[in-house]
């Protein structure tokens, strides 16, 4: 038995090749068609010069840095400032966060952006972050080998090479997220990125009992520590802001778009801008940036309220479920604001959180509701057709 997948005119247009050039993968519990050329392009810009070049610097530096200690044996890991497990990280996360800046610029879609502060301020923005994730992994990994080979040392060759093997995973992993950023990827990002920035201010504040205060304690002086909260804010911030980019890039090209769906991509410019404002001027009582960062906060709620308001307005084609949820978002917010305003059952505390969490899920949901939109013009009903020839029966 022959069956063949029948496809309609306007994929096979949009795929533009011989029906020799397509592949069918299975991924997951789906398939995949794509061009046999497409394949050979993605393993072309993922050559292994790409990740050598880099790997053999790193590995370059620290044989280099090992010789001129001129100690006979260099540590694994340990409080040694010249070590495996330190000359790994440094050297290991500098060479990737240059390969993945080289890698996302020869991307389609850092290609064909027009501005170019829009290309750098996302080009950076997205190198510093997920630098900075694998740079977190890479320190909690060896922290677990410090441990695991305590009084490890080998001699400055060997110790060099083991910087080379782990600087190629860390190359690795950059240049391979540099050449697969997509919207999906970039809201677990957001969510890394804020969730654990303020869990690693709150354990750094928790001798201080911030939580009496309020959230945004987090962030000014009086607290122990304050940048870490600050810049957590302000990374959100511009990771936000590269993902409204992506999702109207993609969006523009949806037949549900339209001039109103420019209003939406506004306010999500604004909430980024105002989100960043929270954590550039800090709560410190008695200054001016107090009033900054209340006003930029109170500022983010109201963008929020007017979206789901206008939301039914400025994108007609929303889910009918997604407006549900949206009611149910404006809902919870106006009973926490009930709870801590009417019957101050709440803490100020426990409602910033409580009214940032439920804003900032409505946002993340938004975003997957329009990439589902910019993409119902990219599926298409495919059909098994049966090409064994029939017999013939006497």
């Not at 044989?63 to 290991?92: E, N, P, R, Y």
Request: charged share 15%; aromatic share 14%.
């Amino acid at each position: 038995m022959k069956k063949y997948i029948e496809v309609p005119d306007t994929l096979s247009e949009v795929l533009n090749g011989d029906e020799d050039d397509l592949i069918l993968e299975a991924v997951d519990n789906g398939f995949l068609i794509k061009l046999k050329s497409a394949s050979m392009s993605n393993r072309q810009n993922f050559s292994l010069r790409h990740l050598l070049m880099p790997s053999l610097f790193a590995w370059l530096m620290a044989l280099m840095t090992f010789l001129i200690t001129q100690k006979s044996q260099i540590s694994f890991t340990g409080d040694d400032v010249i070590s495996v497990a330190h000359a790994s990280t440094i050297f290991g996360i500098f060479t990737g966060f240059i390969s993945f800046i080289l890698a996302y610029r020869k991307t389609p879609h850092a290609r064909n952006k027009q501005s170019w502060l829009t290309k750098m301020r996302e080009t950076l923005t997205l190198s510093l972050t997920y630098s900075l994730v694998t740079l977190a992994v890479t320190v909690m990994t060896f922290y677990i080998m410090r441990h695991t080979f305590s009084g490890v040392s080998f001699d400055p060759v060997t110790a060099s090479l083991f910087v080379l093997a782990f600087s190629a995973v860390i190359n690795f992993v950059l240049i391979s997220s540099a050449v697969s950023v997509k919207v999906s990827n970039l809201i677990t990002m957001l969510f890394v990125t804020f969730i654990g920035g303020v869990l690693v201010a709150m354990a750094l504040n928790n001798q201080r009992d911030w939580w009496q205060f309020n959230f945004s304690f987090l962030g000014t002086y009086e607290a122990k520590k304050h940048w870490e909260f600050n810049m957590t804010l302000i990374f959100s911030a511009l990771i936000l802001l590269t993902i409204t980019d992506y999702l109207f890039s993609e969006f523009s090209q949806s037949t549900y778009y339209t001039k109103k769906s420019t209003v939406v991509r506004f306010f999500y410019y604004l909430i980024a801008v105002l989100i960043a404002c929270v954590g550039i001027f800090p709560a410190n009582s008695y200054s001016w940036t107090m009033t900054v960062h209340n006003l930029s906060a109170f500022g983010i709620v109201i963008c929020i309220i007017v979206l789901i308001l206008l939301l039914k307005w400025l994108i007609p084609d929303i889910s009918k479920e997604f407006l549900v949820f949206s009611a149910i978002t404006l809902g919870l917010l106006m009973l926490s604001a009930f709870l801590f305003l009417g019957i101050h059952y709440l803490s100020l505390t426990f409602f910033e959180i409580i009214a940032f969490v439920i804003a900032f899920i409505w946002l993340v949901m938004l975003i997957n509701a329009i990439q589902d939109l910019s993409q119902s013009h990219r599926r298409w009903q495919l059909k098994l057709v049966d090409m064994t020839p029939k017999k013939l029966y006497d």
